[in-house]
């Protein structure tokens, strides 16, 4: 029963977020829109994710983490079948309401592990995020079968949105009220600023989080345009790094006690690295494969770890914590994807995978950030 509230939200959500995307295309026909203007549109939901991150924070502890998941979650589910037949101007707004509530559920959702971990003592944040990989892989699956099938991408969305809102009741009725937070005396500035503990932790997840956007943004491109597989193979290569990231973030509570977050951390930096060379210098589609399952282990426990080493030693409030980092996060990463997208239209997809390789070294050598030492100790004369 420890498990089941975070393993609930997570799973629910990742099929509702999987199931949206991959129908696009569809998404994309209805709208009769180029790919420029639709990518274009999907830039609302990172103005609502910035918008919400101050804020996301306050609305956690006035509401508490238990109350802010179940009331986020489900707005955002019936946000997404709207998302599948509006017009443009529709599709914007709401696109823009789904980052903005979807953004205060996450910091619910990491408030929530976090808490069954500090009043049982058992670690639950990585298997949580597993249960968000897991639903990726059962959404996708899902999401393939169904457009198979010719179901319309408004049936589908209603079906997941469905799924949510069962899940959301279920932890409302199986799960006690937390209890109120502590009042702040202190008046708070509405926006949450990163301390140097948090700047830290972004640099020490960095090179790791960035390799797994550019897997999600240019993994299949690579694979149908380097290797030349089909688009059915190259969906079956890409599962095998969501099972690898599924797999170690369902082992990553245990690995997190045997091994503690400075090896993991330096162990996740080394396999991101071998997968990415192994990746690039390919010569058949079974390597590939293994590349990428390993990069799913890799980056598998960079945010997981980032968000236990924020909560244990970053200083306040840790939701607004939580809600700096992910902040920090966002904007750091922001300009990756155009930059990257540069490279690959003018240098090659090749290069756009080694230029990863310097920041995943940067995280490696910041590792010592999770245990809250420095990552560079001068030796003394």
């Not at 550019?214 to 491109?221: E, L, N, V």
Request: glycine share 8%; proline share 7%; net charge positive.
């Amino acid at each position: 029963m420890t498990l089941l509230p975070p393993a609930l939200l997570y799973f629910s959500n990742a099929i509702l977020f999987i199931s949206l995307f991959t129908r696009l295309p569809s998404i994309q026909e209805m709208l009769q829109v180029d790919k420029a203007v639709l990518g274009l549109a999907l830039l609302s939901a990172p103005v609502g994710t910035f918008l919400a991150l101050p804020i996301a924070g306050r609305i956690t502890d006035r509401l508490t983490p238990r109350l802010t998941a179940v009331t986020m979650l489900p707005i955002v589910a019936l946000l997404s079948p709207l998302l599948t037949i509006s017009p443009l101007p529709g599709f914007i707004f709401c696109f823009f309401l789904f980052g903005f509530f979807r953004t205060i559920f996450d910091v619910s959702a990491n408030m929530i592990s976090a808490g069954i971990e500090a009043r049982t003592g058992v670690k639950v944040l990585s298997r949580s995020h597993g249960f968000w990989s897991v639903g990726l892989l059962v959404g996708s699956l899902a999401s393939g079968f169904m457009a198979e099938e010719g179901i319309s991408p408004v049936i589908q969305q209603s079906a997941a949105a469905a799924l949510v809102l069962l899940a959301c009741l279920t932890v409302f009725l199986l799960t006690p009220a937390d209890p109120p937070a502590a009042p702040i005396a202190k008046r708070r500035s509405a926006y949450v600023l990163p301390d140097r503990t948090i700047l830290l932790i972004c640099v020490m997840v960095f090179g790791l989080c960035i390799v797994e956007g550019a897997i999600y943004d240019w993994g299949i491109f690579f694979l149908r345009e380097e290797l030349r597989v089909d688009p059915a193979l190259a969906g079956t290569l890409y599962a095998a790094f969501t099972i690898g990231m599924g797999a170690t973030r369902m082992m990553g509570d245990m690995l997190r006690d045997r091994f503690g977050a400075l090896a993991l951390i330096r162990m996740s930096a080394v396999t991101v690295a071998v997968g990415v060379i192994l990746l690039v210098s390919s010569p058949s589609y079974i390597y590939a494969g293994v590349a990428l399952f390993l990069i799913g282990c890799g980056i598998a426990l960079a945010f997981p770890l980032a968000v236990a080493t924020t909560i244990a030693l970053g200083k306040g409030q840790p939701s607004e914590n939580l809600a700096a980092l992910a902040l920090t996060l966002m904007l750091s990463t922001i300009g990756v994807p155009p930059l990257l997208g540069f490279i690959a239209e003018h240098v090659s997809l090749t290069a756009t995978f080694l230029v990863l390789l310097p920041c995943v070294f940067i995280s490696f050598l910041m590792a010592p950030v999770a245990e809250g030492k420095r990552p560079f100790r001068l030796r003394k004369q």
